[in-house]
């Protein structure tokens, strides 16, 4: 029998990767990309332990590790040195942290965001976020930021974009609603895996936020302490978000649109998880096929029509191939739509099939699918548009 001996080296157990670029072996070159000391022309190298799932052993009969576990590990180590650089970068463009609950210290749990200074006085808001799997405070994509640029996969070019535009701008932050009351920091799901021993378990009082349980509780926060009390009344708010973040966002306004409906000018989202069962406001209904917009992955060219009915609005391509990566691959289009959206709020939509109401048959929807190739004039899909069949098998359901 064969036995496989452990090879001379350390516990590796017990190593602890170092928070600094350098140290782990990379380096940010001159097109803010994340680059190997050693190799200048790759970037970040996740199976730098191995593929596959068996051990690093260690000397003197010391338990072995997971390669998993140190890939998972070491990419935190590197994640956390990318976040405090976009930390500062985002407070060289003048934003600073603001604490939730407001007036929590950073001795009690909390969950930071970040606004801008003009955000009391200024005449418009665009409130950021991304998805709740983002990477962490002002990112929407860590993956984008590992294998492309820091500031496009960050939130740095939206933030110069929506200052340059005379935006006051709010980021939300329902990727680290984890209290980790040990280091007294909030921390996102991965952060909390790769730093813990599997066998801790979450608690879910200890390792939670007060009013930010959830990515829901989160934005009603937003809404409800930081853009209806901080932000001017009269100031207009453009909202981009990403994933389920904007299935929250939906929800929200659905719930409360009588007290948002003449502030909320647009609504871009990617890849959201809302549906058209989440709306039964009829006016949000309307705003949703007027101002807002859906791009979601898909294999067309960017911007085009995807005639999709789940969402109740204008559904797009973003040629993307992840959720997270939308917005940095078309944050050219988010921005270009949100200014056209303030210059003709009423036709700033392509006049694109949307059902509203009841559900057209399996037939009727295909003839309108096929039709937009040819024309893309059509108007909405509402109830009253649907042939009298459609209407009395609806009824006969109901």
Not at 148 to 165: C, H, P, T, Y
Not at 325 to 350: T, V
């Amino acid at each position: 029998m064969f036995r496989r001996k452990n090879k001379a080296g350390r516990n590796l157990a017990e190593i602890e990767f170092p928070h600094d670029l350098k140290e782990l072996g990379f380096f940010i070159n001159e097109k803010d990309q994340l680059r190997q000391i050693e190799k200048p022309d790759e970037g970040f190298d996740y199976f730098a332990h191995g593929r596959h799932h068996g051990y690093m052993y260690a000397a003197n009969g010391g338990h072995g590790v997971p390669r998993e576990r140190l890939n998972e590990r070491r990419r935190e180590a590197v994640d956390a040195c990318l976040r405090s650089i976009i930390i500062t970068r985002l407070e060289g463009l003048g934003l600073t942290k603001l604490l939730l609950p407001l007036g929590a210290s950073t001795e009690e749990p909390h969950v930071p965001i970040m606004v801008s200074q003009n955000l009391q006085t200024c005449n418009k808001v665009l409130l950021l976020s991304p998805d709740s799997n983002s990477g962490g405070l002002g990112i929407w994509c860590m993956r984008s930021i590992e294998e492309g640029a820091l500031n496009g996969g960050s939130m740095i070019d939206a933030v110069k974009s929506a200052l340059e535009f005379g935006y006051g701008v709010a980021i939300m932050n329902p990727g680290q609603l984890l209290w980790d009351y040990t280091t007294k920091t909030p921390v996102g799901f991965g952060t909390w895996r790769a730093t813990k021993d599997k066998k801790i378990p979450i608690d879910a009082f200890k390792n939670t936020v007060p009013s930010h349980n959830s990515p829901q509780e989160h934005v009603d926060y937003v809404f409800g302490h930081v853009l209806d009390k901080i932000i001017p009344s009269h100031a207009e708010i453009d909202i981009m978000v990403c994933g389920m973040v904007a299935y929250s966002v939906v929800v929200f306004l659905n719930n409360n649109w009588d007290d948002w409906k003449h502030r909320v000018v647009a609504l871009v989202m990617a890849e959201s998880a809302h549906c058209l069962p989440n709306i039964t406001n009829i006016e949000l209904q309307q705003f949703l096929m007027q101002r807002a917009r859906n791009y979601i992955v898909h294999s067309k060219p960017r911007e085009s029509v995807i005639l999709d009915p789940r969402f109740g609005c204008a559904t797009f391509s973003s040629s993307a191939t992840s959720p997270n990566a939308i917005i940095p691959a078309c944050l050219d289009l988010f921005m270009n739509y949100l200014n056209k959206a303030h210059a003709d709020p009423e036709n700033c939509n392509p006049d694109v099939p949307v059902i509203v109401g009841d559900v057209p048959d399996h037939e009727e929807w295909l003839n309108a699918m096929n039709s937009v190739d040819q024309n893309t004039a059509l108007h909405v899909l509402d109830p009253d548009s649907f042939s009298e069949s459609t209407k009395g098998n609806a009824a006969a359901e109901a």
